[in-house]
């Protein structure tokens, strides 16, 4: 049997599907029983006139031989052994798949694959024989809602599998492809799987190497997508050209509600079209394009999609060049805007005499629906201290957010008095709801490791509705979190006897 190379996958997608598929036996499966079952055991002869890749990895037409199927059975599969009930866990399944393929199973894989909902394999250091075998997995299992894969080394052959794999599994709504430096041949996999499956709701896809002209794959299956809510494409390489299908997929989908564009190329052109795109769209209502250079051009034309109809509630535009006059022009707009609540705008060159007469304007709005105001890294002085405040007399739900806030990567410090006032609402919130704060994080927790990481408090606080803003969560958690390493561990939560105060 020949070495396996990234190009040239032990087994295609659609070998491995068959043997799978026809016997399941061999993987530890068992008598089939159950809805799942009836698709283990149906005719899979539609594989053999599925796409796959070639050596080259241009997709070929794979009619499979029944010599090189048999080839693979006999080199891969020990089929005898004794008969064992249907495991529609999944767990058998990858251990056998772990053996035949000659990798160590994860402990946490076989945990979760019995009784949890998420599998997270973040950086588990998972090369594409690895990927696989997780991946027949999935197919049979029917409870894991997420799976999470980044920062591992998919390769051509773990995408694959992952694409194959997603195509029969109808259960899983969150997946993270993040940092596997996939390119486009995996920005191809990734638009077959929006294509292929209606089921997921939440799909990462940052840090992967994506450009331009990977943009095109992704996009047009997003747009035409009846069921993705969340999709970040943060830390590529998407610039002008990506701009423009992205600001294509914003005025035609109706059904995405969160967008994270952040950390890429964009310029100007591609500000203008995003923005274009923006004004028909009245359904998005998270949009993160900080980090790229929209200038001031870009902010000019997000100011008058603002103005639309859009009903975008949290706009982060920091660190994207933008001067006084940018953000003059984002501050005016929102005079016509009854929707947005939440502006980032930090990190970028706005004078004192800006900051100054922004306040003034916001004065003038009577019915400003604005909450947050974020100019981290901006300095001002003392006069609009002292503006700021009668502002807020106005509009005291506004909260405005400037100077510098991060010591060259330290911990955040919050003002005493900040994080008290915090504290309180989430403590008067625990009181009006009868809770405790360890039944609340136990909410939060989704894997059961007791650990509660800053997404998933974040996640969490969103889904039991407490009235504080995204500024109060990162403030809360800062408090709680008593070591600073980015984690609530419950035994070292501030809690009092009965565990409702701190």
């Given at each position: 049997m020949t070495c396996q190379t990234e190009e040239?996958?032990?087994?295609?997608?659609?070998?491995?599907?068959?043997?799978?598929?026809?016997?399941?036996?061999?993987?530890?499966?068992?008598?089939?029983?159950?809805?799942?079952?009836?698709?283990?055991?149906?005719?899979?002869?539609?594989?053999?006139?599925?796409?796959?890749?070639s050596g080259s990895g241009r997709p070929v037409s794979s009619k499979i031989s029944n010599k090189e199927i048999d080839d693979d059975l006999e080199t891969l599969l020990d089929i005898t052994g004794a008969h064992l009930p249907y495991d529609d866990t999944g767990q058998r399944t990858y251990e056998r798949a772990c053996r035949k393929l000659g990798v160590v199973p994860s402990s946490v894989c076989l945990r979760k694959l019995s009784n949890g909902k998420v599998i997270d394999l973040c950086n588990y250091g998972m090369e594409p024989k690895g990927v696989i075998a997780v991946s027949l997995a999935m197919v049979i299992?029917?409870?894991?809602?997420?799976?999470?894969?980044?920062?591992?080394?998919?390769?051509?052959?773990?995408?694959?599998?992952?694409?194959?794999?997603?195509?029969?599994?109808?259960?899983?709504?969150?997946?993270?492809?993040?940092?596997?430096?996939?390119?486009?041949?995996?920005?191809?996999?990734?638009?077959?799987?929006?294509?292929?499956?209606?089921?997921?709701?939440?799909?990462?896809?940052?840090?992967?190497?994506?450009?331009?002209?990977?943009?095109?794959?992704?996009?047009?299956?997003?747009?035409?997508?009846?069921?993705?809510?969340?999709?970040?494409?943060?830390?590529?390489?998407?610039?002008?050209?990506?701009?423009?299908?992205?600001?294509?997929?914003?005025?035609?989908?109706?059904?995405?509600?969160?967008?994270?564009?952040?950390?890429?190329?964009?310029?100007?052109?591609?500000?203008?079209?995003?923005?274009?795109?923006?004004?028909?769209?009245a359904y998005l209502k998270h949009l993160d394009i900080s980090w790229n250079g929209l200038e001031d051009v870009g902010a000019k034309t997000i100011a008058e999609a603002l103005e639309g109809h859009c009903i975008l509630q949290e706009l982060d535009m920091s660190c994207n060049r933008i001067s006084s006059v940018g953000f003059l022009h984002l501050m005016k707009s929102l005079e016509r805007n009854d929707d947005l609540k939440v502006l980032k705008i930090a990190r970028n060159q706005i004078s004192e005499a800006a900051a100054m007469a922004a306040?003034?304007?916001?004065?003038?709005?009577?019915?400003?629906?604005?909450?947050?105001?974020?100019?981290?890294?901006?300095?001002?002085?003392?006069?609009?201290?002292?503006?700021?405040?009668?502002?807020?007399?106005?509009?005291?739900?506004?909260?405005?957010?400037?100077?510098y806030k991060d010591s060259f990567g330290k911990r955040i410090i919050k003002p005493k008095e900040t994080i008290e006032k915090t504290l309180a609402v989430f403590k008067t919130f625990l009181q009006n709801s009868n809770l405790r704060i360890i039944d609340i994080f136990s909410r939060f927790d989704d894997d059961g490791s007791c650990v509660i990481t800053r997404d998933e408090f974040k996640e969490g606080i969103k889904l039991a509705g407490m009235p504080i803003s995204a500024s109060q969560i990162n403030c809360l958690f800062t408090a709680l979190d008593t070591d600073g390493d980015g984690e609530i561990i419950f035994s070292k939560a501030p809690l009092n006897e009965d565990g409702r105060a701190y």
């Open positions: 040239e996958p032990l087994m295609s997608p659609s070998v491995g599907w068959m043997f799978l598929f026809s016997r399941p036996e061999s993987f530890g499966l068992g008598t089939p029983v159950g809805p799942r079952s009836r698709a283990v055991t149906s005719d899979f002869s539609w594989l053999r006139a599925s796409t796959t890749l299992n029917c409870r894991v809602t997420t799976l999470n894969l980044q920062g591992n080394q998919l390769g051509r052959a773990g995408i694959l599998y992952v694409q194959k794999m997603m195509s029969e599994n109808e259960t899983i709504t969150d997946l993270v492809l993040s940092n596997n430096k996939l390119r486009t041949f995996g920005a191809q996999a990734i638009g077959a799987i929006l294509k292929d499956n209606r089921v997921i709701r939440r799909l990462d896809i940052s840090g992967n190497e994506f450009t331009d002209t990977d943009a095109t794959f992704i996009a047009k299956p997003v747009e035409e997508h009846i069921g993705l809510r969340y999709l970040k494409l943060s830390h590529n390489s998407f610039g002008d050209v990506a701009g423009k299908a992205f600001g294509d997929l914003l005025a035609e989908n109706s059904i995405l509600q969160e967008m994270d564009l952040s950390w890429n190329h964009i310029r100007r052109k591609g500000a203008v079209s995003l923005a274009k795109g923006l004004k028909e769209n306040l003034g304007l916001l004065k003038s709005f009577p019915d400003l629906e604005l909450k947050e105001l974020d100019m981290s890294e901006v300095t001002l002085g003392k006069v609009f201290l002292e503006k700021m405040r009668e502002a807020q007399e106005i509009h005291p739900h506004l909260q405005i957010i400037y100077g």
